[in-house]
């Protein structure tokens, strides 16, 4: 059971401190630290002042009272803890494992699992640590590390996005901004930001560059191998009013599809492209409810279910 006290300072001011109790209402551990907070079914994360650490149930310290911050990663069952960097360059990230074994240190501006929980994404860039960023924030130099530490994607990308056998990465280093009155004047949206020429390039986890940085957008489909492209539209992010994530999307420019092993299926020459969970249409004319017009002239491709993407 925890418990508070008050804690004279030397201040003559006292501040409320937390211990913890045994089912008699003995002391077990005293009222010496600011808040414990559970991580997992066998530990806590204890604070003091700007500090914090990691106690398990037992009450043993396994990592010390030293980091400002500490996260739990349940799927890889690591504490991520970021050191005090007092020039503020740069982040220090510390490893543990459920014990406390130290893993590994990993020196970049960010270092979260918002991209997918068994992975790394790193950020080698300057960034406010105690910003939430979500995966579809485009905060610059984004890599992706596996969960013995590999280098999966350099840091040097702007977004990446994950898929079951293929990672899609943005540049965006050769993009310039540009604007859309239709986004302006939407009275629903938040904000909203276009950009033109960036470039999306797709990986496999095995390092391989499966499409290179040649289209303005790319986009998975059903089936694993198998990629909508756009060679020309306009990359845009929209965020919703009542929504906390904004969304990126593409406008514009023409449609085509293409393999994981960089072969054309479908020339990007269709101004529209519909796709349902096994087949994927691409047509040139549509009436303002998204009706295909010229369906005689559409292209129906039909998607592997074996190869299915999640």
Same mark, same amino acid.
């Given at each position: ?13 006292? &501040? ?20 414990? &907070? ?11 002042? *700007? ?51 130290? =893993?590994? !240190? ?13 992975? $790394?994404?790193?950020?080698?860039? !300057?960034?406010?640590?105690?910003? $939430? ?39 965006? !280093? ?14 629903? =949206?938040? *904000?909203?930001?276009? =950009? ?45 009013? &009542? ?13 085509? =599809?293409?393999?994981?092993?960089? !072969? ?11 796709? $349902? ?34």
């Amino acid at each position: 059971m925890f418990f508070s006290a008050f804690v004279e300072k030397t201040d003559g001011y006292s &501040q409320t401190k937390t211990g913890i109790l045994d089912e008699n209402f003995e002391i077990i551990l005293p009222a010496i630290f600011d808040s414990f &907070q559970e991580l997992n079914p066998k530990s806590f994360r204890v604070s003091n002042g *700007s500090f914090c650490g990691v106690m398990t149930t037992t009450f043993e310290m396994i990592i010390p009272l030293t980091f400002r911050e500490i996260e739990y990663n349940e799927t890889l069952e690591v504490f991520k803890a970021r050191e005090v960097i007092n020039n503020g360059d740069h982040a220090v990230y510390h490893l543990f494992d459920q014990t406390g074994r130290f =893993l590994k !240190k990993l020196e970049y501006g960010l270092v979260t699992f918002e991209n997918d929980p068994s992975y $790394y994404t790193i950020y080698d860039t !300057k960034v406010r640590s105690d910003v $939430y960023y979500d995966h579809t924030d485009m905060i610059g130099n984004r890599g992706l590390l596996d969960r013995n530490f590999n280098m999966i994607i350099p840091p040097v990308y702007d977004m990446i996005f994950q898929g079951r056998t293929s990672i899609i990465v943005y540049d965006r !280093k050769n993009a310039a901004p540009n604007f859309d009155h239709d986004f302006v004047n939407s009275p629903s =949206l938040d *904000s909203f930001f276009v =950009l033109d020429g960036g470039k999306c390039a797709v990986f496999d986890y095995n390092q391989n560059l499966q499409i290179p940085l040649v289209y303005n957008w790319i986009e998975p489909t059903f089936d694993s191998t198998l990629f909508l492209i756009n060679p020309t539209g306009l990359l845009y992010y929209s965020r919703y009013i &009542q929504d906390d994530k904004g969304h990126w999307g593409v406008q514009g420019g023409k449609w085509g =599809l293409i393999s994981n092993s960089n !072969k054309i299926i479908v020339a990007p020459v269709y101004n529209f492209v519909a796709h $349902y969970d096994a087949k994927v249409i691409f047509y040139n004319q549509q009436s303002d409810n998204g009706t295909i017009l010229d369906i005689e002239n559409a292209i129906t491709i039909l998607l592997n279910p074996e190869n299915r993407n999640s």
